[in-house]
């Protein structure tokens, strides 16, 4: 199922101009607690000048290079130690500032250069900025877009870049312009959804300015006008919201509603990424999807049964041997719990796919327990009620079991009957038992 639109994902190249990353690093304070790492801004902007590196506040959050290579952190150590050695002579109480701003950038410029060289050594051939891990790739398919200019990309000419965790394109002049931070970045620092519908706070409070990119909005015409992020709420310009259209989670969960919403490049690269992390319990979300989604109400009934299934498979050398709970590799948080899905299984449970797909390993595991494999059949129950010689499983249908002893019985007996448990019963009688 197409959860949001397709992109043209051609292989990335991209040449790196030393000189163009160079004049625009943007290199900032680590640790903001530390009155050591706080110059006054401006001795910050002068040095900055100085050593060629632009600062830009909307484009550079706190911790980031531009400096990446190896040969670049080298001149920039170097540069920073012979400004070090020229006021190293002067006693100023400005010299003093400047001294102790230049050894806190020079100590972030060496930790940098000692991280890059204890990487493995495919890593060290990526170039990273923003969070971005970008490699130099070859254009293989025409029609790949900038994402930061939306130009297009003449892979055949130039050389460009794309990020290998969140799929980023852009030119190489274009690397040190970029300010969106990498998708995956966000996944793994906070990888959970927004789940209010469309969390719209206004243009106000942007400043009528561009989410991302901080753009002024200027409303001369249609292509001018703010693009509003469906998942966010928030408003984009038209280079970075190319009316791109994803599943909603938030829709999705208080509204099953599936149908795709444009969302800003930021939003849609997240949205990807986590698609498939299994991180919404719907049962504390929306409890009554349930009862009113016919479709999941079995597919959750089918994985409480594969739960009831997987004790009886991991005391059985038979069901290790054959690794019969691999078949649901794919989906491993279904042998984990009942109540947690990812937005891939709620979307395949839309569409058909998932019940017809959990169907499938729920008939295999029943086969192997009730038919083909006698310890496991011999850990069925036998209905006390009725003296049936049938023997039954807490996953059969119309079974029910004692809340207390974990006994199995038919339904309709268990309904019928008015005494207390048979097996809860006879445990009651054993400590008297054993008193007398």
Known sequence: TTWYDKETEGKNPVCSDINIITKSCCLSVENEDDE?????DEISQEIDTELGLSENHFSRPEGYFCFTTTEELEMAIERCKDMIRVIAVDNGEKSKDRKKYLVAKLVQ???????????PANL???????????????LERPQQYCEKCCGIIWGVMKNWYRCVDCGFKCHSKCLNLITRICANT??????????????ESGLSQQKFRCAECKKKFIFKNDACLPRQC??????????????????IPARVIHNWDFTPKKVCRASLQFLRLMIKKPILNIESLNPTLFAFITELGNIKKLRQDILVMKKYFLTC??????????????????????????????????????????????????????????????KGFICELCKSEDVIFP??????????????FHQDCYLRWEGPCPKCARRGKLPVAASN
């Open 230 to 247: 469906d998942y966010n709420g928030l408003y984009y310009c038209s280079r970075c919201h190319w009316n791109s259209i994803s599943v």
């Open 36 to 40: 050591y790492y706080k110059p006054a």
């Open 186 to 199: 966000k996944v793994l620092e906070n990888g959970i959804y927004e789940l209010c519908l469309c969390p």
């Open 395 to 408: 996953f059969d249908p119309r079974t029910d079991i004692c809340c207390s002893c974990s006994s199995v």
């Open 317 to 378: 050398h038979a069901a290790l041997e054959e690794k019969l709970l691999l078949q649901l590799k794919d989906r491993q948080h279904f042998v984990e719990s009942s109540d947690i899905y990812s937005l891939q299984d709620l979307i395949d449970a839309s569409s058909g796919h998932l019940f017809t797909y959990l169907e499938k390993v729920h008939s295999t595991f029943i086969t192997h327990i009730t038919l083909r494999c006698q310890g496991c059949r011999g």
């Open 124 to 138: 060290q051939d990526l170039t990273v900025v923003m969070g971005h891990n970008f490699e130099l790739r070859s």
């Open 109 to 119: 410029l060496k930790l940098k250069l000692q991280k890059i060289n204890e990487a």
